[in-house]
């Protein structure tokens, strides 16, 4: 199986700052893409960023120029630098990433348990 842990949500104020990462492990051959995606209560699952094993990267049009996904492929860890939050922000982020197992032919989506993210106005 493959896991991903995240860690880093938290309650901060608006304006203010939060990183999160999210470790894979478990049985795995690659990973193409990793990212995040987030909940609010009510609102379907969006994307908030993502990037490729080859560092291209893409983000929500509601986060460029305040979010920064990085990653590091030796770690199979992805990390979200959160900047200038609003809380229209605040959500479940969950982790994604893209991977294939040694046992398997195609890639497929792995989920991280979710993490809280709360900015107070």
């Known amino acids: 199986q493959v896991q991903l842990v995240e860690s880093g949500g938290g309650l901060v104020q608006a304006g203010g700052s939060l990183r999160l990462s999210c470790a894979a492990s478990?049985?795995?051959?690659?990973?193409?893409?990793m990212g995040w995606y987030r909940q609010a209560p009510g609102k379907q699952r969006e994307l908030v960023a993502n990037?490729?094993?080859?560092?291209?990267?893409n983000y929500a049009d509601s986060v460029k120029g305040r979010f920064t996904i990085s990653r590091d492929n030796a770690k199979n860890t992805v990390y979200l630098q959160m900047n200038s939050l609003k809380p229209e922000d605040t959500a479940v982020y969950y982790c994604?990433?893209?991977?294939?197992?040694?046992?398997?032919?195609?890639?497929?989506?792995?989920w991280g348990q979710g993490t809280q993210v709360t900015v107070s106005s």
């Open positions: 478990g049985s795995i051959f690659s990973i193409n893409a």
């Open positions: 994604n990433a893209v991977a294939l197992r040694p046992s398997q032919s195609d890639y497929s989506d792995y």
């Open positions: 990037i490729t094993s080859g560092g291209t990267t």
